[in-house]
């Protein structure tokens, strides 16, 4: 992979072990001497640790050099563990973790500088599979509203003080969504742009289609216009 250019894409945990004190909670943490180990001894190759969930996970990838890069996803951005184990409507994996660990994703982003870009990891799970028997299907359904959803989680961690109004620029913006992104996979830049207002739009319930109804994250609640350009 390294030498012919592939990028490595990692879901970075270990298998839960109960014996061996490994949960949902810290299997993330405990992959990360993995990632370290990799890197070393493939320094060129490109890896990319997905969906960063902790602040022991952002201090990782910023240890490493430009060829490891990490993504961010909308929902755990403003999630915490409470309300995922409250609602199955918020339950992926990663889990979403502490107050603490999400203050460091959002501190992640606004000083990412290309070490970090989103990457939505969005779970069009059918209802029945959240709801039904049995355990619920990890995945939080976001892609429709991605960008709204961080926007919203930016504006929370501001009221919150997890992060200054003044990190919060159209550049890291700009960059998050779109720019840092295709810059580490090589790929062009984009042609078309989106705009986001302010107005009443209100996030629906679910969408419905041949027989499939996935709930959306944060149904009911209001968010951001978004056209393109």
């Known amino acids: 992979m390294e030498e012919v250019g592939l990028v490595l894409n990692i879901h970075g945990e270990v298998p839960n072990n109960t014996q061996k004190d490994v949960s949902v909670m810290n299997a993330e943490s405990k992959f990360l001497p993995t990632l370290l180990e990799v890197h070393a001894k493939f320094p060129k190759l490109r890896i990319v640790l997905e969906h960063v969930t902790t602040a022991d996970a952002c201090d990782a990838v910023r240890s490493c050099g430009p060829t490891v890069a990490g ?11 409470d309300q995922a ?16 660990d999400r203050r460091a994703l959002l501190n ?12 939505t990891d969005s779970a069009p799970h059918d209802i029945s599979a959240k709801k039904g028997k ?23 961690g501001i009221a919150r003080e997890d992060i200054k109004d003044e990190q919060v620029t159209e550049e890291v913006l700009r960059g998050f969504l779109s ?16 705009v986001l207002t302010k107005g009443d739009k209100v996030i629906p319930e679910s969408v419905k289609d041949a027989g499939v109804e996935v709930v959306h994250y944060r149904a009911g609640t209001k968010t951001w216009d978004l056209k393109w350009q």
């Open 134 to 156: 049995g355990s619920a299907a990890a995945g939080v359904f976001t892609q429709p509203h991605a960008s709204q959803y961080i926007l919203t989680a930016l504006e929370e």
């Open 108 to 119: 992640a982003l606004v000083t990412s500088n290309g070490k970090f870009f989103l990457g």
């Open 179 to 194: 720019e840092w992104g295709r810059k580490f996979y090589g790929v062009e830049p984009a042609t078309q742009k989106i």
């Open 85 to 100: 184990v409250g609602d199955v409507f918020c339950y992926c994996k990663p889990v979403a973790k502490s107050p603490e």
């Open 71 to 81: 993504t961010i996803t909308a929902h755990h951005l403003s999630l915490v563990i």
